[in-house]
C-alpha cells in the first residue's frame, strides 16, 4: 500500500475515478484480454508510466481474468517498489552517509533494522534489474532468483527467517564458528570475520572481511573486502573489494570499489572511478561512477576535502590525517599526522567511515572523536555550529 498512498499524495489527487482522465485508462486496462503478448507488454509499459492509471490498475488487479489480473498486479509491485526506493532516499534528504548513520548511529541496536534493510533490500534489487538492461538488451536476473521462491533475503523477511532460520548475532566482531555448521546470519554487530556467509543479512558497523558471500545483504558503516561473491547487494561508507569470482552483484560505496576483471552481471555505484583489478574482461557489467550524485534516483555521496577540509589516508591498519583546509576552524581541532582512534568508544576503522561519523556529528551538532597526536591520546570535543567549514 506504499505505492498507493504515495501516488494518492500527489497530482492524482485531482483525478478521481469517474473523471474523463481516468476513464482512459480503464480501456486500456479492458484491452490487456485481447491484445498479443507484445502488445499486452507494451500497454503494461504505458499504464505503469502514467500516475493516474492507478484507479484502473487497482480494478484490473481484483479481476478474476489472469490476462488482466497478472499485469496490473506487477505494476502494483513496481509502483511499491518506486515509492520504497524514493522514500529511502527522501529520509535521509538524497545524502548516502546519512542514509547509513540511520542503521548505525541509533541509540540501541533494534533488530527491527534487520526487516527494514530487507525491504530496502528488495527495492534496490529491483532498481539493480531495471538498470541492467542499460548493460544488456536482456537485462539481468533479480537477486532474489533461487531454487526456492521465498527463501533469500531479496524475499519476504518473515518468510524468509522461517524457511532459512538464521542464527541471529548481536554484539561485537562476528566470527566463523570452529565447524562451520551454519553458515546463515542475522547480525548487528561490530565487524565481521567470516569464511562464509550464505543467505545472510549483516548490518555491521565496521569492516567486513569474507572469504565467501552468496546470496547475501551486507550494509557496512566502513569498508568491506570479499574474495568470492555472487548474487548480493553490498552497500559500504568506505571502500569495497572484491578479489575475484564476482558476479551477479550490486555495490554501492561511498569510497574506491575495486573488482576483478572478469566481473559479470554488476553493477556499482560511487563517486570515485571503479577500479578494475588487471586488464578488462567484463562481462556485462554497469558502472554509475565519477561524480557526487552517479546515479540521479539515488543518492549523493561526499567527500574528506570539499565537505570538511580534511584529506586523510589508511596508513598500518589507522586512519591519518595528511592535509587540513587552511582557513577552517577544524583546523584548530584536527591537525595533520593525528591519528583517528576512535568515537563514542566504537573504533574508526577505515577513512570511509570517519567521513561518514563527521556527517554525523555535523547532523546532531556535537563533534567527539578520539585522536593521537604526537603519541598523546585526546579528545577532540565540539558544538558543530561553532565550526566554520569553508567550502
Not at 592535509?323 to 577513512?351: C, H, M, Y
Amino acid at each position: 500500500m506504499i505505492g498507493i498512498t504515495l501516488l494518492l499524495c500527489g497530482p492524482l489527487y485531482h483525478f478521481g475515478p469517474e473523471t474523463r482522465e481516468a476513464r482512459v485508462f480503464f480501456g486500456l486496462v479492458k484491452k490487456l484480454d485481447s491484445v498479443s503478448t507484445d502488445k499486452r507488454m507494451r500497454l503494461q509499459q504505458e499504464l505503469s508510466n502514467e500516475p493516474i492509471a492507478i484507479w484502473a490498475v487497482f480494478w484490473g488487479s481484483r479481476q478474476e481474468n489472469l490476462e488482466i489480473a497478472v499485469p496490473c498486479l506487477d505494476i502494483l509491485e513496481k509502483w511499491k517498489w518506486q515509492a520504497r526506493l524514493s522514500k529511502m532516499v527522501y529520509d535521509a534528504d538524497g545524502d548516502f552517509d546519512r542514509f547509513v548513520n540511520t542503521y548505525f548511529c541509533a541509540m540501541a541496536r533494534d533488530p527491527s533494522l534487520l526487516e527494514r534493510a530487507s525491504e530496502e533490500a528488495r527495492a534496490l534489487d529491483r532498481y539493480y534489474v531495471k538498470k541492467s538492461f542499460l548493460a544488456h538488451p536482456k537485462g539481468i536476473a533479480s537477486l532474489a532468483t533461487s531454487e526456492n521462491a521465498v527463501a533469500t533475503p531479496f524475499h519476504d523477511f518473515l518468510a524468509y527467517v522461517q524457511r532459512r532460520q538464521p542464527v541471529s548475532f548481536h554484539g561485537g566482531v562476528l566470527r566463523s564458528p570452529p565447524i562451520a555448521e551454519n553458515k546463515c546470519y542475522l547480525a548487528l554487530c561490530d565487524g565481521v570475520q567470516c569464511r562464509q556467509i550464505t543467505y545472510s543479512m549483516i548490518l555491521s558497523e565496521g569492516n567486513v572481511n569474507v572469504d565467501e558471500a552468496f546470496r547475501t545483504v551486507i550494509l557496512s558503516g566502513a569498508d568491506v573486502r570479499i574474495a568470492s561473491a555472487s548474487s548480493s547487494l553490498i552497500i559500504a561508507s568506505g571502500d569495497v573489494k572484491l578479489e575475484r569470482n564476482a558476479g551477479h552483484l550490486f555495490v554501492i560505496a561511498g569510497g574506491t570499489v575495486t573488482v576483478p576483471r572478469d566481473a559479470s552481471a554488476t553493477l556499482c555505484i560511487s563517486a570515485r572511478k571503479i577500479q578494475v583489478a588487471g586488464r578488462p574482461k567484463l562481462s556485462i557489467a554497469l558502472f554509475l561512477d565519477g561524480k557526487p550524485k552517479p546515479a540521479p534516483e539515488l543518492f549523493a555521496f561526499r567527500d574528506l576535502w570539499p565537505d570538511f577540509g580534511l584529506e586523510a589516508v589508511l596508513h598500518e591498519g589507522r586512519v591519518k590525517i595528511t592535509k587540513v583546509k587552511p582557513g577552517n576552524q577544524i583546523a584548530e581541532l584536527f591537525k595533520e599526522n593525528d591519528v583517528i582512534l576512535s568515537r563514542a568508544k566504537k573504533t574508526v576503522e577505515s577513512v570511509g567511515q570517519f567521513r561518514r561519523l563527521l556527517g554525523h556529528s555535523r547532523d546532531t551538532g556535537r563533534l567527539d572523536f578520539q585522536v593521537e597526536r604526537e603519541g598523546q591520546q585526546m579528545a577532540i570535543q565540539a558544538n558543530w555550529k561553532s565550526v566554520n567549514i569553508r567550502q
